[in-house]
Nanobody, 121 residues
C-alpha cells in the first residue's frame, strides 16, 4: 500500500505563501488523481484541490486563484503552492490518491500525519 508523507507547513503571516509537498512511497501513476485536503479544528476534512493523471485540476471555491496544485510523476510527489494566505486557511493539510471520484470527495479510510499550516499575525 502506498503511503504519503506531507511536509512544508509552518507559521506564516496573512498574505504570505507556503509550498506543501507530498511524497509517495510508490508510483503516483497508479492513481487516477491526487488530492490535497485540510481539516481545521472543529471542522470536517475538506477537499482543497486535486489533479488527475492527465493534469486536469480542480479547486475548492475558497482557494481558487490563490492555490496551485502540481505533480512530478518522476519524483512521485505532489505539491500545493499557497499564496495570499488567510487566517481561515489555518488547518492540518493532507494528501491522498485514488480514483477521481474518491479523490473528489475525500472518501479515504487511511490518512497520513498531515502538515500543520497556521496563518496568523
Amino acid at each position: 500500500q502506498v503511503q504519503f508523507v506531507e511536509s512544508g507547513g509552518g507559521l506564516v503571516q496573512p498574505g504570505g505563501s507556503l509550498r506543501l509537498s507530498c511524497a509517495a512511497s510508490g508510483s503516483i501513476l497508479n492513481f487516477d488523481a491526487m488530492g490535497w485536503y485540510r481539516q481545521a479544528p472543529g471542522k470536517q476534512r475538506e477537499m482543497v484541490a486535486y489533479i488527475t493523471s492527465g493534469g486536469r485540476t480542480n479547486y475548492a471555491a475558497s482557494v481558487k486563484g490563490r492555490f496551485t496544485i502540481s505533480r512530478d510523476n518522476g519524483k512521485n510527489a505532489v505539491y500545493l503552492q499557497m499564496t495570499s494566505l488567510l487566517p481561515e486557511d489555518t488547518a492540518v493539510y493532507y494528501c491522498n490518491g485514488g480514483r477521481v471520484f474518491t479523490v473528489a470527495v475525500g472518501a479515504f479510510a487511511s490518512w497520513g500525519q498531515g502538515t500543520q499550516v497556521t496563518v496568523s499575525s
